[in-house]
Nanobody, 121 residues
C-alpha cells in the first residue's frame, strides 16, 4: 500500500558530505511528519531529524549545524543533507513517514528499508 524508498547512502571520508533522499508512494491521503532515524550496531534506533507538513523541523543535538532536513510536500519526498560527517555518524539510516491512507481516519508510521552510511576516519 505504501512504500518509502531511500537513496543516497554510501561511504565517505570524515568531513565529507552525503545527501539522503526518500520518496513515499502509494494510496496516501496526507503525510504529517517525515524524517530520518538511524541505528548503529549495538545501539538503539535514534531520531536524526524530522520535518512537519508545515515545515517545522527538529533534529538531534548531535547533528545540529551539520545536517539539514527538507521536504517537498507535492512530491512526498524528504531529503537529508549531511555535511561535516564524522565516524560517529556511521549507521543505517531509515526514512519514516507518519501518514494517512486514502479512506482511513488514522495516521500511522511507515518505514523505509534503510540505507547504510559509513564515514571513515
Amino acid at each position: 500500500q505504501v512504500q518509502l524508498v531511500e537513496s543516497g547512502g554510501g561511504l565517505v571520508q570524515a568531513g565529507g558530505s552525503l545527501r539522503l533522499s526518500c520518496a513515499a508512494s502509494g494510496i496516501i491521503s496526507s503525510i504529517n511528519v517525515m524524517g530520518w532515524y538511524r541505528q548503529a550496531p549495538e545501539n538503539q534506533r535514534e531520531l536524526v531529524a524530522h520535518v512537519s507538513k508545515g515545515g517545522r523541523t527538529n533534529s538531534a543535538d548531535s547533528v545540529k549545524g551539520r545536517f539539514t532536513i527538507s521536504r517537498d510536500n507535492a512530491k512526498n519526498t524528504v531529503t537529508l543533507q549531511m555535511s561535516s560527517l564524522k565516524p560517529d555518524d556511521t549507521a543505517v539510516y531509515y526514512c519514516y513517514a507518519n501518514l494517512k491512507l486514502l479512506g482511513s481516519s488514522f495516521y500511522r508510521d511507515y518505514w523505509g528499508q534503510g540505507t547504510q552510511v559509513t564515514v571513515s576516519s
